[in-house]
Structure formats: C-alpha cells, structure tokens
C-alpha cells in the first residue's frame, strides 16, 4: 500500500535522526492512515504518544514528509489500536478505521480474501503471548486463553474474565485472537468492543441492515468481546447478542468476554444473559503480584534493547502498584525522561524523578493544575477560565475541577472560584461527572490518569 510505503520512509529517516529509545517509544507503533488535501493523518497507539508527537516531533514529522514529497499543512495524531500495521485494507475500510465492512452499507464482501482482511481487523499484533508475561495474578486466565488456542469452542466456552482497568484483560484476550490466526489463518476472528458492537448495531438500525451484521458476527468462529459491561442497560443490543451468542455457542463456536466485573454484578444486565454469560469459565483475573511487575517491566525494556536495573524495575514495581497501564507509563516515563537527558536509568535518576510519596513533589499550586490541564489538552488559560461552553473546552475544565479536588483537596466554593465560576454547584456536577467516568474504561479515565502523570513530571 502506498501510504504505508510512504511511511515505512519517512520512519526510517527518523529512525536515523532520533534515539533508539525515542524511536522504539514513540514511533515504533505508529502508521499513516490518511494523507489528503495537504492534512495528514497519522495513527497512534495511546494518548501518551499522542502528546508527545504533537509537542515535541510535529516540526520533525512533517519536514521528513516533506522530504518524501508531501506537504502536511496539518497533521492530525489519532488514536488508533485496532488496526494492525500489516493488515491490507480496502479504501471503505480505510475511510472507517476499525469498523468491520458488513455492517456498512456496502453489501458483505463476496471473496473470501477480502472477508479474511475484515475479519482480521480489530485485532492489534503488538498483543501477543510471546509478549505477555504469565505470573501470580494472571497465570489461570493465561492457561485457559492457551486451552482456547489449542481447541477453541471446546473446553471454556464461554470464556468470561473480568478484573480491573489495565491489568492486561484486552491484552490477553487479543492475543487469543492473534494466536488463533496465526495457527489456522483462515479462522474467522471477531473482536470488538461491546461499545463497538452498540455503536454498529445502532449504525445498522439506522440504515435497516442488522441482517449483514448479523451475519457477520454469527459467522464467526472465535467472537471476542471486550468490555462487557457497556451492554448495561441497552435492551435492544443485549437481545440482538443473546442472538448472537446462542447461534455460535449452539454451533461450538468460541465466545470469549471481558469485563470490569462479573456478571452477577453488571447492572440491568438481562437474566439470561448473565446466566449466559456464566455457564461457560469465569475467572477473576487479578493485577500482576509484585514478581510479576517487575518481569513486564524488565520484558518491555528487553524488546527495546534497554537493560533496566534490577533495583529500579523493583523501585517502579512497588510505586505502581494497581495496574500494568499505570506502570507502563511509569517506564515510559523514565525512559523519556533519561533519554532527553542523556542519563542512565539508575536508582538514584528514578528516585530523584518521583518524590518519596506516590511518586510527586509536594507543592502543586490550583493555578499550576488548571495551567497543565489547560496544555495538556492543548487550550489556552482563557478558554478553560472563560465562559465558552464548547465541549472541547468544558470537558479539560471539568477535568481541572476534578484534578483540584483530587489533588489539592480544595472546598467545592474555592474549586469554582478558582476556575472563574460563581456557582459551586458547577464544581459538585462536574466532579461528580469525571467520577462517575472514572469507574469504567473511558477515554476521559484515560487522559485523568496520563495528565495526572504529567503534572508532576
Ligand atoms: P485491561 O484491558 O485489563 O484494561 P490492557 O490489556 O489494556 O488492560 O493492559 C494495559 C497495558 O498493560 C497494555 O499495554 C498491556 O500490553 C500491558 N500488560 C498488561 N498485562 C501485561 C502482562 N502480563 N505482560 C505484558 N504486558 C502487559
Ligand atoms: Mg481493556
């Protein structure tokens, strides 16, 4: 494919011009989805690398595009974890990044090549189980994702894990899928997220065509749906994937779930699908122990060619506690942070980084907060003080509201004041919004935990 060539290019001079740790934890994971009209759109893995682009390398970017003879008069960094790199993709798919065709309104693709790269899609090769490291906490739902690849829809169908945010559920569960693959190409793997799944049943509504999405899910022979607890509360959907899931469980065909609790705790969840969803293995998969943690860290800085000390991965190991997400950053942190500096990441460096309590200095001014949020997601002093009520603005200024209370612990009266409101009612609503985010997987749960990183780095 054009673009990706045109990629691969401009990757490879950067490669040259940057150090390796800059390249392998910034570039490394990205691809180039669109370039059109002098903007250009490009593809990255989090929200991290996303900031990190726009601030430091949007200069270096572009003019290594325009080596390669295309000139971006904007370059838009998207957030973009389902498509892998290698997957060729037709122009429709393109156009919709991570939607599966059949549900658009182009009918089902006929060549079963074509319907192979759909039913690929989805599925992100950087999850694998070569890279995923088995220990106290995750090692039962690792043997049962190994059982699934050796004989899927056999023993533990369905497969239902559920544990916090980021201790690795997508990442083993993708990994089903790429191994499945890898064995029998021409299985039919479907992931997707239950938000994913509503989002093109509702598309499908719309355009009164549930019977190719039907299709397209019911044919499948390993169904991956991450996140389960989105379908709370949605009638329509949960009846369209009671369908689904009795077409493949009838068929022996394998149904594997993720969630952030079990099933008897997803609220308004239809009966029979919590019974479901339970007849088949639940396991309670558990934050990696301490062994554990250290081990991804020590296997995140091998396939990077960084040796890490035993003592700083155990440092960040017992700082980090509560999810592999919040460690990853952690690393990615550091590693940054010595690279620009030229340093070796030694105990002395990493402690010097994070102050004796969780990890931040002590004195963080409500100005300093409301500065960072405001930079972080990239609007001015003004408009997060101001009185514009778009929503690009208002979610960074309810953010700020929150970070006030979280981090300074200031009265809901001062928390307004601060921001240029009267009414503190607007301090209680906003923060009790962000809260109420903050309990599932959500972008803006997201970005609270990258931004909190940043202020104190
Ligand atoms: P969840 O879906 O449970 O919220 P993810 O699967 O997204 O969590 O994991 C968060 C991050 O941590 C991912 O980048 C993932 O690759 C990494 N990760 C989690 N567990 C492990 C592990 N055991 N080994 C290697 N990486 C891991
Ligand atoms: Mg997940």
Redesign the pocket.
């Known amino acids: 494919m054009q673009e990706n060539a045109l990629w691969q290019a401009v990757l490879g001079q950067i490669e040259l011009g940057v150090s390796r740790g800059n390249y392998m934890t910034w570039f490394k994971n990205t691809q180039l989805i669109k370039s059109k009209d002098g903007v250009v759109v490009i593809g990255v893995p989090n929200v991290f690398v996303k900031n990190q682009l726009e601030r430091k390398f949007d200069d270096l970017i572009s003019k290594t595009l325009s080596e390669n003879g295309v000139k971006a008069n904007r370059i838009d960094y998207k957030i973009h974890t389902g498509i892998s790199p290698l997957v060729k993709f037709d122009d429709d798919v393109l156009k919709n990044p991570g939607t599966p065709g059949p549900t658009t309104s182009t009918p089902a693709p006929r060549s079963t090549d074509a319907m192979h790269r759909v039913y690929r899609l989805g599925l992100n090769e950087?999850?694998s189980f070569e890279?995923?490291?088995?220990?106290g906490g995750?090692e039962l739902a690792y043997a049962a994702c190994q059982a699934i690849v050796k004989k899927p829809g056999d023993k533990y169908n369905p497969l239902f894990i559920y544990?916090?945010?980021?201790?690795?559920?997508?990442?083993?569960i993708q990994a089903v899928g790429n191994a499945v693959l890898a064995a029998k190409p021409n299985s039919k793997v479907v992931y997707t997220s239950s938000e994913q799944f509503v989002r093109e049943f509702v598309d499908a509504l719309r355009k009164k065509n549930t019977t190719d999405f039907a299709r397209f899910h019911r044919g499948a022979d390993v169904l991956i749906v991450?996140d389960v607890q989105f379908f709370a509360g949605k009638e329509k959907v949960q009846e369209e994937f009671f369908h689904t899931f009795n077409n493949l469980y009838q068929a022996n065909k394998q149904i594997i779930m993720?969630s952030d609790k079990p099933p008897k705790d997803i609220p308004t969840l239809e009966e029979r699908l919590r019974s479901r969803f339970s007849q088949g293995m639940t396991i309670d998969?558990q934050n990696?122990d301490f062994e554990?943690r250290c081990a991804?860290l020590h296997?995140?800085t091998l396939s990077q060619n960084i040796e890490l000390p035993q003592e700083v991965a155990e440092f960040l190991a017992s700082r980090f506690q509560s999810?592999?997400?919040e460690l990853?950053g952690s690393l990615n942190q550091v590693l940054a942070y010595c690279d620009m500096r030229g340093l070796e990441p030694s105990l002395q460096t990493v402690s010097n980084m994070f102050d004796s309590s969780r990890g931040r200095p002590k004195h963080l001014s409500a100005r300093q907060i409301i500065e960072r949020t405001a930079k972080y997601f990239h609007i001015s002093i003004e408009e997060i003080l101001g009185p514009k009520r778009d929503k690009d603005i208002v979610v960074p200024r309810q953010v700020a509201m929150y970070m006030l209370r979280s981090e300074l612990h200031l009265s809901f009266p001062k928390i307004a004041h601060e921001l240029g409101r009267k009414d503190h009612t607007t301090a209680i609503h906003s923060i009790d919004k962000i809260e109420k985010e903050l309990s599932y997987?959500t972008p803006i749960k997201q970005h609270v935990t990258d931004l909190r990183g940043k202020l104190y780095a």
């Not at 890279?131 to 220990?135: E, T």
Request: glycine share 16%; aromatic share 6%.
């Open positions: 950087r999850y890279n995923f490291v088995v220990g995750n544990g916090g945010v980021g201790i690795g559920k997508t990442h083993l991450d993720s998969m990696p554990t991804i296997s995140k999810n592999v997400r990853e997987e």
